[in-house]
């Protein structure tokens, strides 16, 4: 490759000082062809910080390249020691198919691949299908004339496997359908030991929540004592190691689970789904629970995107909405956004027959903070005057509203928009903010904290401290058994203030009622994920203020990752009939 070509790399990718200093140290590794061997790698490093597994080569890439260039440049690497085949112990990897990897993300990919099809292919055995029977009628429709029972399924699927993947958007019944398995589950052998977990502390508050409320239900009645309800983060139930990305729970120590269930694995990447994977006891069963359609994990990878995606058995997608109607325009937005048709998500957004969602035009930034007033003094006003309550209830407050935004900064940003809001409710005597730390102040955790089991995504709320002598302020969390903890402030991780918080921090989160701020001009980040993600966070009412071209141009773009685990689970020839197994 030519030096003029090597350098317009240089000059048309922004290389952060990681990349260039994994540049540097290949480049010490190798002789020959330094440059461009150099040049990979740091173009891999740079595609794993933009979300993806891998990058892939082709004549299309950051620098437009000519069939030869590229072909020159492959054979280059294949023939570096630096470089390896895929199985070879190499810090880089490149397959037949022209993807590269630093050799830990195609051991991660490669590992998880393994784990689930060495799953899907083995007989779990044991099942009595008696009992199984039973339960199924019992939970479940017997009515064969009615339209397919998607949760019956999902329920039959998790029985005879030792991996199920249950997918599908709000309200769809997920966790409802796992807590069935658990009954079934229990109903076949009541010692097996059952993990709950999610991503974040508040995805596993939710889940518990869920599955808590769900076996209040009479057809629990046999089982309910059995069926456990405690979630914990994933990072508490690996067994985190301060200060190191390593676990206590691998595959030499595996997890003491015969189930492990964990929801909201959208938002779980590569390098955790892996070792979650590899801490499993060989007979353990794993269940995944997600939405395909959100967005992806914030690091490295989509795991249950490209899952979903693949030809691998034992996943079922859950398709009917008990939360949003036909008459929902939320179902009609999100449903429009997924299919990338902007024409009739804007055209559902104006229509006065959807009483859930509204359109409005993005007001020049100058004059957001006037604009968004009134709705931050209705969404925040019952919170800020119930702040001297019951601590929880306070909490069940505060998610009764929230402004999400696109992006972090700008003048549509979150941070941006936090500000507005701290001056709005100051003007209206709602907070006090004299100082940093004032009464009422929300905070949202940015950086996992091992030490103080605090992980980016937790919610604290600043309330006067019963305990102390002089009620000062300290940061209250909530924790997934329903108690609260707190902390002094000056102990608390790197935080931000959470009037306003992005889209990607708000996964895992449901709220009544959202305001959802898109930029006034278009962002790589605007994708039709972002946007789905951010209508179906509203439960009851979702109000969308935005520059109808950005709205446009965002619905048209995909989240496209870049990663070898869909062709890594092919599993050809295995297939199941759920029809002959169950009659269904």
Not at 550 to 569: H, K, N, P, Q, Y
Request: neutral net charge; charged residues 30%.
């Amino acid at each position: 490759m030519k030096l003029e070509t090597i350098n317009r790399f240089y000059e048309n990718v922004t290389f952060s000082y990681l990349d260039l200093h994994f540049k540097d140290f290949v480049e010490k590794l190798v002789k020959k062809d330094a440059a461009e061997i150099s040049l990979a790698a740091a173009l891999v490093s740079y595609y794993k910080e933009q979300g993806h597994i891998c990058m892939a080569f082709s004549t299309d890439m950051d620098v437009p390249l000519s069939r030869s260039e590229l072909d020159d440049w492959l054979r280059k690497l294949r023939e570096s020691h630096a470089v390896g085949r895929p199985g070879e112990y190499k810090p880089l990897i490149l397959d037949d198919k022209g993807r590269f990897y630093l050799y830990r993300y195609w051991e991660y990919q490669e590992n998880l691949a393994a784990l689930i099809r060495k799953r899907v292919a083995e007989d779990v055995g044991g099942i009595d299908l008696q009992i199984l029977k039973d339960g199924l009628d019992r939970f479940f429709s017997a009515d064969k004339e009615r339209e397919t029972d998607w949760q019956k399924i999902a329920a039959e699927t998790a029985l005879i496997r030792r991996f199920c993947m249950i997918t599908g958007g709000p309200g769809t019944g997920k966790t409802t359908t796992v807590a069935r398995i658990l009954a079934l589950l229990l109903e076949q052998d009541g010692t097996q030991r059952i993990a709950l977990a999610a991503p974040t502390g508040k995805a596993a508050t939710r889940l518990q929540e869920s599955i808590s409320q769900e076996k209040k239900r009479r057809v629990y009645e046999r089982i309910r004592d059995a069926i456990p309800e405690n979630a914990s983060t994933l990072h508490r139930l690996l067994g985190s190691k301060p200060d190191s990305p390593y676990f206590r729970h691998h595959a030499k120590n595996p997890l003491p689970a015969d189930v492990v269930v964990v929801d909201e694995a959208s938002m779980v990447d590569m390098a955790l789904m892996s070792k979650l994977v590899q801490a499993l006891s060989p007979e353990a069963r794993l269940i995944l629970l997600g939405d395909k359609d959100q967005l992806a994990s914030v690091e490295a990878g989509a795991a249950l995107g490209d899952i979903c995606d693949s030809d691998c058995q034992g996943i079922v997608h859950l398709q009917k909405s008990h939360r949003f109607g036909e008459e929902s325009g939320i179902r009609a937005v999100s449903q429009a956004v997924n299919a990338g048709d902007a024409d009739l998500a804007m055209a559902a957004m104006r229509d006065d027959a959807y009483r859930d969602i509204s359109w409005r035009r993005l007001p020049p930034s100058n004059k957001l903070g006037r604009e968004i007033r009134d709705a931050v003094i209705q969404g925040f006003k019952a919170y800020l005057n119930a702040i001297d309550g019951d601590p929880l209830n306070l909490f069940e407050c505060f998610e009764r509203f929230r402004i999400l935004c696109a992006l972090r900064q700008g003048p549509y940003g979150a941070v941006a928009v936090n500000r507005w809001v701290e001056r709005i409710l100051r003007e209206t005597h709602l907070i006090k903010p004299d100082k940093t730390w004032y009464k009422g102040r929300p905070v949202l955790i940015t950086r996992n904290d091992y030490h103080l089991r605090l992980f980016n995504g937790d919610i604290g709320i600043t309330l006067p401290d019963p305990d102390a002598r002089k009620r000062e302020l300290r940061v209250f969390f909530p924790t997934p058994d329903g108690t609260l903890r707190k902390l002094h402030p000056i102990r608390v991780p790197e935080h931000e203030t959470v009037y306003a918080m992005t889209v990607h921090k708000s996964q895992g989160s449901e709220f009544e009622r959202v305001l959802l701020l898109l930029p006034d001009r278009d962002s790589p980040i605007l994708t039709r994920e972002l946007i789905y993600t951010g209508i179906t966070r509203a439960g009851a009412y979702v109000d969308v203020w935005g520059n109808e071209a950005v709205f446009r141009e965002a619905v048209s773009r995909r989240i496209e990752r870049m990663s070898g685990l869909r062709d890594a689970l092919k599993l050809p020839g295995l297939v199941i009939d759920l029809d002959l197994v169950f009659g269904t």
